[in-house]
């Protein structure tokens, strides 16, 4: 609790017009510093304020970006508060709809009162969704109680998914059932091709209606249905951003859609995030690999760092031999780009999808002037060049591009 | 009503009181009445009271109506009582015609003890109420 700067003065000036008034012999001022000093006991004699109890309360605490979460707060009053201001701060990247941030209400004694926002989610991201400030004052104002409440609920806004209908596969399956056909030929639905029976082999593979056009024994071959690794590598070291939108927040919509995408093809996906730490999601399948990602991915904010990151640094289990590598980076920092020169050496298949950053370094282009811009440009094309004659496939993803048209093109590049 | 209407309502009353006070300032200058000491205190009270309101109150926030109606009956009216009544009860004190002494000096500490006993008795019953 503390007191209002009113009290100090309100004293000063009582304090001063009674040595005034007794040193001039002037009654009058003796008397107006009286109406100064009675308030200010009266106010200091009456009962402190009291805070109401507060609760919050969310309707949900996971829900895909662009939705909209309630917000009720529960004000229960133990004495009167005449004055009661509350205050909503929500985190920068939530929207409230409708009702005031900032409200003064005035409680009576025992009175309960429920206050409901509405928060629209237009990003991604995992937050403390609002700290919540009560200050109360007494009757006279010259005292206050302050409380900031911060919910223990952490909101978690997960990233919109595309349905992507055609992905890059890698060129190499694992022996584990999958929707993908493999290329040795084996047990399976998809038709690889037909061939003469070889001694020893089953009858009941044998192609009767070939067999009776051709006149000597034929047996189909099929291809196993079988399941690939993939790693969605997030360059998380540099972005791109105007106030609205960053290439991470893409970057990171892409690598939800992408992963989502995988496994529902029944692979194993996981997750290398190259940013001030380096950190990864071990690849696996099923729905909750799914969230444990989509989990790992609302962490996900840019870092500002000058630490030298090395591909060296990941355990051999997160980039199981023959895995893909999807790489989602706008080619900002050349640290990513020697790390995914790194990985193709040490052979996986890498392939990029970049996140192009022109459209917000449009500010970029007008302070660095014409000449360096061009130089960037150049050596931005002399790094796509490089990376293309190590084996990595890159794409560019535009602005205004789904994230389906980059990597239906990786998939036709394949 | 919102905050930024809050505060031109207060500030446009406190310079409106404020002109009224200058004015009859004018006017009577120093042929001013003992009797509107206290009036005059109990205003000045309230300007600043409405200057304090004016300031403190943030333009972003919605002031609901019960915490309006409460500051008018639960703060602005209550300091003009008290601090008219201060100034008046002064003003009689002043009045009594006293002789100098010890005597004196203790019956005023006295009554000055009394005074905040009262009041904070007053005080403490608004408060439970």
Redesign the interface.
């Given at each position: 609790m503390t007191f209002e700067r009113r009290a100090v003065v309100w004293f000063v000036v009582a304090s001063a017009g009674l040595l005034a008034g007794l040193a001039t012999a002037q009654p009058a001022l003796s008397a107006v510093a009286a109406g100064f000093l009675v308030p200010l006991l009266y106010g200091l004699a009456s009962r402190p304020p009291r805070l109401p109890e507060a609760t919050v309360r969310l309707s949900a605490d996971r829900l895909i970006e662009g939705g909209r979460v309630e917000l009720a707060l529960t004000l229960a009053a133990v004495d009167a508060c005449p004055w009661l201001d509350v205050e909503l701060q929500l985190a920068d990247r939530l929207v409230a709809d409708g009702a005031p941030m900032r409200r003064v209400l005035a409680l009576d004694a025992g009175e309960t009162r429920t206050l409901e926002y509405s928060i629209e989610c237009p990003r991604w991201g995992a937050f403390r969704v609002a700290s919540i400030r009560l200050s109360a004052c007494d009757r006279l104002h010259l005292r206050r109680a302050e409380l900031s409440i911060e919910p223990a609920t952490t909101l978690r806004v997960y990233p919109s998914v595309d349905r992507l209908r055609r992905l890059a596969g890698p060129r190499a399956t694992r022996p584990a059932t999958g929707s993908r056909p493999s290329a040795a030929a084996g047990e399976g639905i998809e038709f690889a091709e037909l061939r003469f029976l070889a001694p020893g082999e089953r009858a009941r593979r044998v192609n009767w209606r070939a067999t009776a056009a051709r006149g000597r024994l034929l047996v189909t071959d099929r291809l196993p249905e079988r399941s690939s690794d993939v790693v969605v590598f997030l360059d998380a070291l540099g972005a791109a951003a105007t106030n609205a939108e960053s290439t991470l927040d893409r970057a990171v919509r892409a690598a939800a859609s992408l992963t989502e995408a995988y496994l529902r093809r029944r692979d194993r996906v996981g997750l290398l995030r190259f940013g001030g730490d380096l950190e990864w999601i071990i690849p696996g399948s099923g729905t909750r690999q799914q969230y444990r990602i989509a989990d790992a991915l609302l962490e996900s904010e840019v870092a500002r760092t000058y630490r030298w990151r090395d591909t060296a640094l990941i355990p051999r289990r997160i980039l199981p031999p023959q895995s893909l590598i999807v790489a989602l980076t706008p080619l900002l920092d050349w640290r990513v780009t020697r790390a995914l020169l790194n990985l193709r050496r040490r052979g996986y298949e890498v392939s990029i999808v970049e996140v192009d950053p022109l459209p917000y370094l449009a500010d970029a282009e007008a302070a660095a002037g014409p000449i360096a811009w061009r130089t960037w440009l150049l050596e931005r094309d002399a790094v796509r060049t490089q990376l293309a004659a190590a084996g990595i496939t890159l794409v560019s993803w535009r602005r205004e591009q789904p994230i389906a048209a980059p990597v239906e093109a990786l998939a036709a590049t394949r | 009503m919102s905050?930024k209407q809050f505060r031109l309502a207060a500030g446009v009353t406190a310079l409106a009181l404020v002109a009224v006070l200058g004015a009859l300032a004018l006017v009577h200058g120093r042929d001013a009445p003992?009797w509107s000491?206290?009036l005059?205190?109990?205003a000045?009270?309230i300007v600043?009271e409405l200057a304090?309101l004016s300031r403190?109150?943030?333009p972003?926030?919605?002031?609901?109506r019960?915490?309006v109606?409460?500051?008018l009956l639960?703060?602005l009216l209550?300091?003009a009582l008290?601090?008219?009544?201060?100034?008046?009860?002064?003003?009689l004190a002043?009045?009594v015609p006293v002789r100098h002494g010890l005597a004196t000096g203790l019956l005023g500490a006295v009554a000055a003890a009394a005074?905040?006993l009262l009041?904070?008795a007053?005080?403490?019953r608004?408060?439970?109420a």
């Open positions: - | 905050g003992d000491i206290p005059f205190a109990a000045v009270l600043c304090a403190a109150t943030k972003d926030a919605a002031v609901e019960p915490a109606t409460a500051v639960g703060r209550p300091v008290l601090a008219f009544g201060g100034a008046s009860v002064a003003l002043a009045a005074l905040f009041v904070a007053v005080a403490r608004g408060g439970e």
